[in-house]
Structures are given as C-alpha cells and as structure tokens.
C-alpha cells in the first residue's frame, strides 16, 4: 500500500490511494522550481505576484464546499469547521496579497556617512514546505502565500493522509496563473524529502509537524546549512486569575480546548485556576466539555469528529490510561469508539506524571488549582513548549504583568481563537522557531540585502 492514503477516519474506510513520486519526477519538480525561481520569481513585479495570490484566494473561496469536503474524508475534522479553514486560507492569501508592497519594500537605514543605505528584500529560491494533516489548508497557506509573494518558488510535501487535498491546492495555484514549476505537490517519502533538501538548488525548508519531525529535518537542514522554520507541538496553558462572567470564560476554555477535535498545536491544554475560582470552574467546564456533539463530521452541529486517524485515537487513549495509572483523576470522559474519543476532562497530574510534560493532542483537558499569579506562571512556564498561552483576568496590570512572564511565542488576554491574517503565529523553546502570518511571515526565507551607495 502507498503511504498517500485517504482513511476516512469516520469509518475505517479506505478510499484511495497514491503512488509516491519517482526520482525522475522529483528531479523534474526541482528543475522546474529552479527554473522557475530564476525566470519569473526574479523578474516577476509584486503587482503582477498580487494578482495571482488573488486569483488563488478567489478560486479557494468558489470551491470551498468541495475542498471542505475533501479535508473531511481525509481527517475527519466537521464540516463547519471544514468550511471555515478553507476561509481562513482565502483571508491569508488575500492579505499577502494586499501588502505585498509592504512586504517587498525598501528599508532606508539611518547611517552616519555620506549617500544612502538600504536593505532591499529579494527571494532566496526555491522552498521546501513540510505540512501536516490537522489544518490542510491553512497551513499551506501561510507558509505558500508569503514566500510566493517575495518570489520565492515552492516544493510542496504534504502529509500522507492529505493527497487529495493537496492536489486539490496545486490546481488551483495552477490554474490561477501561477507559471510551472512555481508551487508544485510531490508526494515524497522522508528519504527523498531528505534528498530534496540537500539539494543544491532548494535555499530553505519549512516544517510544522511534531518535534520528532522537526529535529529530523533540521537535522538534515543543518548538515547541509539550510535554512530552517519550526511550527512544533504545543501544551499551551489558559491560566483563569479573575473574572466577571464565568460562564463565557469557561465557554472560552471549551472552545479553546475543543477546537479542530482538539488537534491543533496552539489549543489551550492546560487549565490553571486559581483556587477561589477552581471548583465552580471545574464544574462548568467539566459540563461544558460532556455536552459536546461526538459523531458524523459531516453533520452541521457536530463538534467533535473522529481523530485524524484510529492510531491517533490509539495514542491518546494510551497517554490518558497511564495518567490515570498514575494517579490521575478523571471528571469525565469515557471509551473510545474507533477513532472517535470523547471530550475528556483530568485532574490531579502532578509534575511527577508523564502527562505533566506530555501534549495532549486530542480533546483532553487537564486542570490545575494554583494558590495565584505566581504559582500560575510557575505553572505554566513548567513545560518544555512555548507557543501559545490564555490568560483570563479582570486586572489589566496584571495581564500586562502575566503575558511578559509567560515563556511563549503568543498571549491572548480575555479571548481565545482570535488568530487572523495580520498576526504572526509560532513559538519558543521546543515548540519551534520562526513566524508564520503577518508581515513578519514574508522575513523568513528572504535576502534582506544591504545596498551600500556613496555621495
């Protein structure tokens, strides 16, 4: 069987299958990229790449049903959700699009002798994007649309469980306008993925994925002085300090944990509440996590599909047993069904468990009673990632005072599943580096060249 397969998690189903690329082919992809890189990325105008971001957005926005579609059988994620990605994906392509002279414009610099001084932003080359299965789209997007706005070509290897939804993406950057060789899937295996970096002609890969994924790329990006960006693994903490609606903060930690079935790196995982607040918190939001909708993804008031697979459902079930061989408690939850897991509620991990170190990458939430701000950073900074973080609070010094101390590369204060086009997204410490989105998206694979001129 070809690692590219299409399971519906949903029912186990299998629904098709791919060939991997031949090396020929691959060979052929990466000329096309250099080719491309050397004609049109450099000699292409930013008006002119605008307009064929535009085109992608708008043709990602006309098929949305279709491509949301696709994204379900392949991942299980719901439907309405489905359709919001392939949104979001448009909303970003549109909005490189719309500061593209933003994005490529000169920096005069201030300098002490005589004449001028600039830094002029030109592409690299060509580009190899690592994506994973939990946000087909988006995650092509913020990672395609700012490095093809810059001029830069990509070389595009999605996640085995995502073939059709990656090819899905390359028509339409095809028909778009995009010239050959400009953004092209390949379904590469790791063996080639690591031949295409090594490459002479590939200037710069990136990466979202699980920390194992990323090391072993960097691994290989090091070796051959490439490059890198890291979109890793999160165990982001929502830390509760005060409030005065409980009800919509909890409402705000169950969509936060419950987003994409709780398969997304920047979920809030960790509940840190302060004491006076915990057992009222406790049990609303163990309330709030048992209601949600478990069942068919293409339902419209589903919230909680399937995991993105029967291993993956396999894995989080094992994390949850030893956590409760260990002394764990759980509120609520209960078994798995196949690859569906219900909305799960923990508490009781102490630093001595597995699961106080672990992510969680399914609907689990785990939550902390904590004696104030102090024990809730203490808290939350006690993990080896550092992407996202919540923090509820009534005190505006204290929010200001909380999102300096907590060790992450995101904070957001009284709101969650508030990411948008303009701001940048990544993280710290084991959850990766560089950024994706916003104007600093286009700064990661670009020459930031000095043009030094005398009197």
């Known amino acids: 069987m070809s690692d590219y397969t299409v399971v519906n998690p949903a029912t186990g189903q299998t629904l098709a299958s791919y060939p991997t690329a031949t090396d020929a082919e691959v060979e052929a992809a990466l000329a096309a990229a250099d080719a491309a890189y050397r004609g049109w990325g450099r000699s292409s105008s930013p008006a002119e790449r605008a307009e064929l971001l535009r085109a ?43 500061h593209i002279d933003q994005i490529t414009a000169d920096q005069p610099l201030t300098i002490d002798g005589d004449g001028t001084a600039v830094i002029r932003r030109s592409p690299l080359g060509v580009l190899l994007g ?67 970096i090594a490459d002479r002609r590939v200037q710069g890969v990136s990466v979202t994925g699980s920390e194992r994924a990323g090391a072993a790329v960097a691994e290989v990006a090091g070796r051959h002085l490439k490059k890198v960006a890291l979109e890793l693994g999160g165990s982001d903490p929502f830390i509760l300090l005060s409030t005065d609606d ?29 004491d006076d607040l915990y057992e009222a918190f406790l049990e609303k939001f163990a309330a709030g996590m048992a209601a949600a909708t478990l069942g068919d993804p293409f339902a419209e008031d589903t919230v909680l599909g399937p995991l993105s697979s029967l291993a993956a459902a396999e894995r ?59 024990e809730a950073v203490e808290v939350a900074n006690a993990t080896s990632f550092g992407l996202g973080s919540y923090v509820f609070t009534t005190d505006a010094d204290q929010a200001a005072r909380v999102a300096d101390k907590i060790e992450a590369g995101m904070v957001y204060v009284n709101l969650v599943l508030a990411d948008e086009p303009a701001l940048p997204f990544g993280g710290v410490k084991r959850s990766g580096t560089g950024r994706e989105m916003g104007l600093l998206a286009a700064d990661e694979f670009v020459n930031k060249k000095l043009i030094r001129i005398g009197a």
């Open 130 to 196: 690592i994506m994973p299965w939990n946000f087909p789209y988006y995650q092509v997007a913020r990672f395609a649309a700012p490095n093809l706005a810059i001029g830069n070509t990509i070389l595009l290897k999605h996640a085995p469980q995502c073939p059709e939804s990656a090819a899905a993406i390359a028509a339409i950057y095809a028909e778009a306008g995009f010239p050959a060789g400009a953004y092209a899937d390949l379904r590469l295996t790791n063996e080639q993925a690591a031949a295409v």
């Open 246 to 274: 409980l009800d919509a903060t909890v409402q705000a930690a169950v969509d936060a944990r419950l987003d994409n079935t709780g398969q997304s790196c920047n979920a809030a995982k960790r509940f840190i509440v302060v």
């Open 316 to 374: 989080l079930e094992q994390q949850v047993d030893a956590a409760l061989g260990q002394g764990a408690t759980r509120v609520v939850g209960g078994d798995r069904d196949g690859a569906f897991f219900p909305a799960t509620v923990l508490t009781g991990v102490t630093s001595e468990m597995d699961a106080y170190r672990e992510e969680f990458f399914g609907p689990v939430g785990v939550v902390y009673r904590v004696a104030g701000e102090d």
């Open 56 to 98: 992608v957005a708008r043709l990602h926005r006309e098929r949305r049903d279709e491509l949301a579609a696709i994204i379900v059988r392949e991942m299980g994620k719901p439907i309405e959700a489905a359709l919001g990605e392939v949104d979001f994906a448009a909303d970003i392509t549109d909005y490189n699009a719309d």
